[in-house]
């Protein structure tokens, strides 16, 4: 009986992954390889497809220090606390409104995650400010390799991450990417809703299978 719970969350654990996959091709194919729509008619203009812009990543995205809190400060609540390895815990306030993409920037150096509820960032990671599309500045992130550049301890210095190039598609490819994108995500938040209940139901069940008050 449980394992049927447990291979439906499984399910919906690989259509996750599968569905971040294919916002991943996606990007590399329209920003990586440049076969975006339109782009066999698109003119080049200073090395890149007219109406981008090649710039430091500070003029498009500010990295912002995260925030100290303590496990034994945290009062249980509904917002998650990233750190570096992804969600330590959850609180009942939060720092960040959603959508919020964060970078690792002690331990986990370089890690990228994004939230689609508020969120607290602790302090051993940035958050950022994006002037362009949010799911953009996501995968670009997730698509760069950080270098451990703090000497004493493991970390990623902001001022060498906003120096880092950055290629910026024009508004229109942002707005078509984000369309296509969203959808994806959106599949993703209830497939993760679904993963919630199935394992709320479960966690239901099973003292009442032990104690023999269902009867198998």
């Not at 003119?43 to 090649?54: M, S």
């Not at 498009?60 to 570096?84: C, H, M, Q, T």
Request: with cysteine; charged share 25%.
């Amino acid at each position: 009986i449980l394992s049927a719970y447990d291979d439906l969350i499984e399910n919906n654990q690989k259509q996750i992954k599968l569905l971040e996959e294919a916002a991943m091709r996606l990007y590399k194919e329209w920003f990586v390889k440049l076969r975006f729509p339109g782009y066999k008619n698109s003119k080049i203009v200073d090395g890149v497809p007219e109406g981008w812009i090649c710039s430091k990543t500070k003029d498009f995205i500010k990295f912002k220090y995260g925030k100290a809190l303590k496990a034994d400060d945290r009062i249980e609540g509904r917002y998650p606390v990233y750190g570096s390895s992804g969600v330590v815990g959850y609180h009942n306030e939060f720092l960040v409104e959603a959508p919020v993409v964060i970078v690792g920037r002690k331990g986990n150096v370089g890690s990228v995650y994004i939230s689609f509820v508020n969120a607290f960032p602790i302090d051993t990671v940035y958050y950022i400010e994006s002037e362009i599309s949010i799911y953009y500045s996501y995968f670009n992130l997730l698509t760069r390799s950080f270098i451990n550049n703090d000497s004493a301890v493991p970390g990623l210095n902001r001022n060498y991450a906003e120096s880092m190039e950055m290629l910026c598609p024009s508004k229109y490819l942002q707005n078509e990417f984000d369309n296509k994108v969203s959808l994806l995500f959106e599949r993703q938040n209830n497939l993760r809703h679904q993963i919630d209940l199935l394992k709320q139901a479960r966690d239901k069940l099973l003292p009442k299978l032990m104690s023999g008050e269902i009867e198998v």
